[in-house]
């Protein structure tokens, strides 16, 4: 009975330790794809910095994906809203992420992480890209590499963020863009299980976008340092009259498709027409767009920007704005089986001064040598890393109350465990109650959709006891 109640034990153990994760994205050509399903992968997304640059405060040890309990209540919500990804724009490398990046996986969305920080010394200056490249840096922006490297749903990492806005900061710092990636793709490759892409969140300037791009995706002989993946912030598609054409979507569209590497919108949302009513959505995933891979709302939290779709109350708890409802709404339109593959595989160009459009923007393609004592780290790693890996995620019920953009108590806050192949997709909910009086009617039907669940919930846990009881007839065959 011993060799009996051992097997058991080994079973058991089997079945609570096995890790929910999804599968890491790849690049293929102009797509994202599923490195184990093959399937192509389309960012629905929305930009995730809580607190704005007041929320990253290395000092006191905290940054948006250190708070457990905040990770959980707005994984919630993200995942009812249907995201799939969230962007992450300043993180610090020494401190833990295995909560946050843990329940972000379990919920079926991704993480891109920028690896700069706001902070003196943790990006790229613009205006004297050269003052900013040195050891000290790339210890940095190493760091945040090691930090979410072991991450599955660690999707990519941006080099940097709209660091060239006009000709003058488009005249000097390509090369040290370029460098950086050169930097962070052989780090990666020397460092890291598996390829992670990096690439340049640029801002949509109209008059060096397409040169921008032209310079970072062309083959520099090779050396590694073009952009995996481009993403453009663009913002023009503003209020519920605006076109596809009078949005500029189709000029993009012409522009990008002879992409050799994935292009997404990294930020969007038009916020000069207020309520938004996010139309553009339907357009991005549309076929008109193919050649682009879907993009991220800008973004979750209510800031002095105006562009939040939730309102972080002093006390915990999140208000809804209706910008949350319209997009939910639209997110819900979407059908993802209808995300196939474009099957583009366009080879880059050589990198050469003809690419490039305007003669006030960089022609320079040689790139700055490797700073001094970079490449040892490069080679050996940097000191001390801060590893992190995934947890189990043992609590799944918010710690604070979301309240609908009418007011009425959002019902049913339990983040759903997705399973090993789990992506998050638009469910077709609506998680606002039409109005504080109908509160009660959204509980009453949230309380049935709750005993749906718990009927799955008792038939995975019969299929659970199914599983062991055909070990038992397996150890007793044994014994």
Known sequence: MRSLFNSLAVL????????????????????LIDTVTKKRFMIVGVDYQPGGQAGYKPQEGSDPLTNKSVCLRDAIMLQKLGANTIRVYNVDPTL?????????????????????????????????????????????IFGVVENFKNYPNTLAFFSANEVMNDLKTGKVNPQYIRAVQRDLKAYIKTHADRPIPVGYSAADVREILEDTWAYMQCDNNGDGSESDIFGLNSYSWCGGDATFAS???????????????????????????MP????????????????????????????????????????????????YDAL???????????????GSSITAPKCDKKLITNDAFDTNFTLPAVCPGCQTLIKNGIDKPTNGKLVKVLDTKSPNKVYGSSGGEVPGLTLKLLSNDGVNTPSGETSSPKSVASTSTSTSTEGSKGSEDATGAASKLAGGWTLLAAGVVAALTVL
Not at 17 to 29: D, I, L, N, T
Request: aromatic share 10%; hydrophobic share 35%.
């Open 276 to 323: 938004r009513v996010f139309d553009e959505v339907a357009s991005l995933y549309s076929d008109k767009m193919a050649a682009l891979s879907g993009g991220l709302v800008y973004e979750y939290s209510q800031e002095e920007s105006n562009y939040g779709i939730a309102v972080i109350n002093d006390n915990g708890t999140v208000t809804l704005r209706s910008d």
């Open 247 to 273: 949005a500029g979507y189709n000029t993009l569209v012409d522009m990008f498709k002879g992409s050799s590497v994935p292009v997404f919108f990294s930020e969007y949302g038009c916020n000069e027409v």
């Open 12 to 31: 058991t153990g089997l079945l609570t330790s096995v890790a929910v994760a999804v599968h890491p994205v790849e690049v293929k050509g102009q797509d």
């Open 96 to 140: 833990n992420h295995d909560d946050c990046a843990s329940i972000f996986n379990s919920a079926g969305i991704y993480m891109i992480v920028d690896v700069n920080g706001p902070q003196s010394g943790e990006s790229i200056n613009r205006a004297e890209p050269w003052t900013s490249y040195h050891k000290d840096y790339l210890k940095r």
């Open 328 to 342: 939910q709404k639209q997110f819900n339109k979407l059908d993802a089986s209808k995300f196939t593959a474009t």
